[in-house]
């Protein structure tokens, strides 16, 4: 690490000019197209936010509870806290301005990733790729910008977290169990990737014999603790592992059902939601629990009856993942029509994004690389596999691959970096290049 490195130099107030820049054109977009979410005077109206969180943020605005109401019953652990919290607290100490809660967050999160790249990416031809790559995908971009998707905290602190594991920062490990414990708190899925990360430091904890190891499980354990304490106190049981929230088994019927195949990706799974909220049994117990485990047997009752749908539908996920080149969660017109608009940023993820699983699995697969990287290659394939485990399981949009794509970023830059300060081959060809056009 380079000690002497300027923090707040010409490329840091010209970042952050760019990501203001960019953040007022997606909020001045965003209002545009949703004009309810302000007032006249610009002020956040986060009863109007939309996607699950409007009526939850109105109680927590009234009442201080996280509550929402599905099926005519009170729902008070449908949804991971994160979002609603940090909205609130900006909200009520900060700002009401959309423009300016949406600046402070970006801002932050940006600033922490500009300064861990230039203590990582010390040689500027990788550090301004990996700025290029990260920041100018507009898709990416936009997605990361939000506050009313999760990938909108999401994909910063996926990307703070891997740098984090890659650098040779102080406190590293209590820097990786905190972005662990918000990421757990954030989204009930990221609750694999959370453990997976919990266990492997764990392991390495056995042969180096450092308690330090230790600390990303014990902030799991003790996140769970809290969230299953809370649970139990407002709902009589205490919320674990991947029963986090009460909501899940809902939007997991959405990926198990007979339409589900015939409709997606082209169609969105969420337009078959009044067809399965219409499924509930009147008489059955009004309970968020209840609720969730009747949605649970209804999806694997399906799963047992068309087994074959298990292969379908993964390979769809895959397709969206990998090749898919539309833009989704496209609803049809009143006619029944769905537009199918090219996503062209979304095509340059997805060729990048194969590059990158081809070069992951030759590194793995190649015996005469050094320790630090078979390192690397574990923790980003780690990475990889237990983020996108749910979404295979239940069923996954391009705005959801975009934090998985940002950090095989930085991987692929890394990568090199790595090959480059080992072969001076290479180190002298990559000056040149600089030099002549830099």
């Known amino acids: ?28 977009l965003f209002t545009l197209k949703f004009p309810s979410i302000i007032d006249e005077n610009y002020n956040y109206i986060l009863s109007n936010l939309g996607f699950n969180y409007s009526e939850m943020m109105d109680n927590l605005l009234k009442k201080n509870n996280l509550e929402a109401t599905y099926f005519d019953t009170t729902f008070y652990v449908s949804r991971m806290p994160l979002i609603p919290l940090v909205l609130k607290y900006l909200y009520f100490f900060v700002s009401e301005n959309f423009f300016v809660i949406h600046l402070i967050k970006n801002l932050t999160f940006s600033l922490i990733i500009f300064l861990l790249l230039k203590n990582i990416f010390v ?3 990788f550090f301004y790729l990996i700025l290029f790559l990260l920041f100018l995908n507009p898709h990416n971009l936009w997605v990361s910008l939000s506050f009313n ?15 984090i ?11 990786i169990s905190i972005t662990l414990l918000f990421l757990f708190f954030l989204k009930s899925s990221m609750f694999f990737l959370c453990a997976a990360l919990a266990a492997y430091f764990s392991i390495l904890f056995i042969k180096k014999k450092e308690i330090t190891y230790l600390l990303p499980l014990i902030f799991l354990i003790i996140g769970k603790i ?5 649970s ?27 339409e589900f195949t015939k409709i997606y990706p082209k169609i969105s799974p969420d337009t078959l939601s009044e067809k399965i909220e219409n499924s509930l049994p009147d008489n ?63 095509i340059i993820n997805k060729l990048f994004f194969l590059g990158i699983i081809y070069m992951l699995l030759y590194n793995i697969i190649k015996s005469n690389i ?25 069923f996954i949009y391009s705005r959801h691959c975009t934090g998985a794509y940002m950090i095989s970023y930085i991987y692929l830059i890394f990568s090199i970096q790595e090959k480059y300060n080992r072969s001076s081959f290479i180190n002298k060809k990559i000056n040149a290049i600089y030099s002549r056009y830099f």
């Open 1 to 28: 690490m380079d000690k002497n490195i300027k923090v707040f130099n010409l490329d840091a107030y010209l970042f952050l000019i760019f990501i203001t820049f960019a953040n007022f054109i997606y909020c001045l």
């Open 123 to 125: 040689k500027k031809p």
């Open 149 to 163: 998707f999760e990938e909108g905290l999401l994909n910063f602190l996926l990307i703070i977290l891997f740098l």
């Open 165 to 175: 594991i890659i650098s040779d920062i102080k406190f590293k490990l209590y820097l």
């Open 226 to 230: 809290i969230w299953g304490t809370y």
């Open 232 to 258: 139990y106190n407002k709902t009589g049981f205490f919320a674990y592992g991947t029963k986090s929230v009460s909501f899940n088994s809902f939007t997991l019927n959405h990926a198990y059902n007979k």
């Open 284 to 346: 059955m117990e009004k309970n968020e629990w209840a609720i969730n485990e009747f949605y649970f047997k209804k999806s694997i009752n399906y799963l047992k009856e068309n087994p074959s749908d298990i292969i379908l539908g993964i390979s769809k996920k895959l397709y969206v993942v990998f090749l898919y080149p539309f833009k989704d969660s496209q609803f049809p017109d009143i006619n029944g029509i769905v537009k199918n608009e090219i996503r062209f940023s979304g």
């Open 370 to 394: 050094d320790l630090k990287n078979k390192q690397l290659n574990l923790i980003f394939f780690i990475l990889l596999l237990f983020y996108f485990f749910p979404y295979m399981v239940g």
